[in-house]
């Protein structure tokens, strides 16, 4: 069964301080899987997408990786910030017979405190 | 501009009563999409519109119908309605249909509460 499961469910950390965020999926076939950061009140929007081939992608103080060979993907947040806190959620690509569809996690609630 | 509005942002309303939330999208995209995000905020594909090509996810209510005049609005009309309705409604359209390779863009969501 396609599933993607976020860890931890949620996470209080000190503004200034690192934190990494973890997704294992069991989608096959992978094809790629992106993050999405989610504002209190807002709609999901798109951090960054980690294709089959890559390892490591930064975007700002945001850094994805993903394991495809032990099927982990990790979102490490550098130097926290107040406005960091909100949800961020993992979603894979799995290919079937009718096509292709997006299995989303349940994401990770980050509040960053002063 | 913002690329996916929908409206109301906030829906409150009687158990039976029927309701609608309407969307629209200025990006161009041919899919649009609803999804659920219920209280634990896990987001849950209702429907997804493509090209005209209507996907319904099978664990829906017949209650809940999309209508989409074009390709950039798609509504979704609620009848009858009940007390584990109330969530927050999301709009999204995509360039293509159901890859990460093609990033959701959402709307800032409907919360709707059945009183």
């Known amino acids: 069964k396609n599933q993607v499961e976020q860890s931890p469910q949620s996470l209080i950390i000190l503004e200034g301080k690192n934190c990494t965020l973890q997704c294992n999926y069991t989608v096959s076939p992978f094809s790629n899987l992106r993050w999405y950061k989610q504002d209190t009140g807002r709609g999901p929007v798109s951090l960054t997408i980690?294709?089959?081939?890559?390892n490591t992608k930064s975007n700002g103080r945001y850094t994805a990786t993903l394991d495809a060979d032990t099927k982990q993907s990790s979102l490490h947040i550098t130097a926290s910030q107040l406005s960091d806190s909100a949800s961020y959620i993992c979603v894979v690509s799995a290919a079937n017979q009718a096509g292709t569809a997006l299995i989303f996690g349940k994401g990770t609630t980050l509040s960053v405190s002063s | 501009d913002t690329a996916v509005s929908q409206t109301p942002k906030y829906l409150v309303t009687q158990m039976g009563n029927d309701k609608s939330i309407k969307c629209e999208q200025n990006l161009g995209h041919d899919t649009m999409y609803w999804y659920k995000q219920d209280s634990k905020k896990f987001l849950k594909i209702m429907f997804s519109y493509n090209n005209k090509e209507l996907i319904i996810n099978e664990t829906v209510p017949n209650r809940f119908s999309p209508k989409s005049p074009d390709k950039a609005h798609l509504n979704l009309h609620i009848n009858s309605l009940e007390l584990g309705d109330s969530a927050v409604y999301f709009c999204?359209?995509?360039?293509?249909?159901?890859?990460?390779?093609?990033?959701?863009?959402f709307g800032n969501g409907t919360r709707l509460t059945v009183t």
């Open positions: 980690m294709t089959f081939s890559e």
């Open positions: 999204a359209s995509s360039q293509v249909h159901g890859t990460v390779s093609s990033p959701l863009h």
